[in-house]
Nanobody, 122 residues
């Protein structure tokens, strides 16, 4: 299984970015896809998740109203649209896949992609 995140970059505060995650190596029916982020000196934190089948979404408070997670089942892609970016959104963003949610934390996710860096300038 491979998860390849892309789309990071440098953006001014208030700007937008769309992150993409290309998933390959298996079918993800009934799986949950998530985005996490880790800023320097901090622990990895949950950003958003989506169920592959129904497209049910859930967001951390930090991204509610600004971030939108979506998936394209035909292309095996997961996206994170980030609007109204803030300096504190600066982090490496990771996409991950969970077979099922049990603890509702990062330990549920068994496949992780390499991150993509998002830098928001103030």
């Amino acid at each position: 299984v491979q998860l390849q995140a892309s789309g990071g970059g440098l953006v001014q505060a208030g700007g937008s970015l769309r992150l993409s995650c290309a998933a390959s190596g298996r079918t993800f029916t009934n799986w949950v896809m998530g985005w996490f982020r880790q800023a320097p000196g901090t622990e990895r934190e949950f950003v958003a998740r989506i169920t592959w089948n129904l497209g049910t979404t859930y967001y951390a408070d930090s991204g509610k109203g600004r971030f939108t997670i979506s998936r394209d089942s035909a292309k095996n892609m997961v996206y994170l649209q980030m609007n109204s970016l803030k300096f504190e959104d600066t982090a490496v963003y990771y996409c991950a896949a969970a077979r099922a949610l049990r603890r509702y934390d990062s330990s549920d996710y068994i496949f992780w992609g390499k991150g993509t860096l998002v830098t928001v300038s103030s």
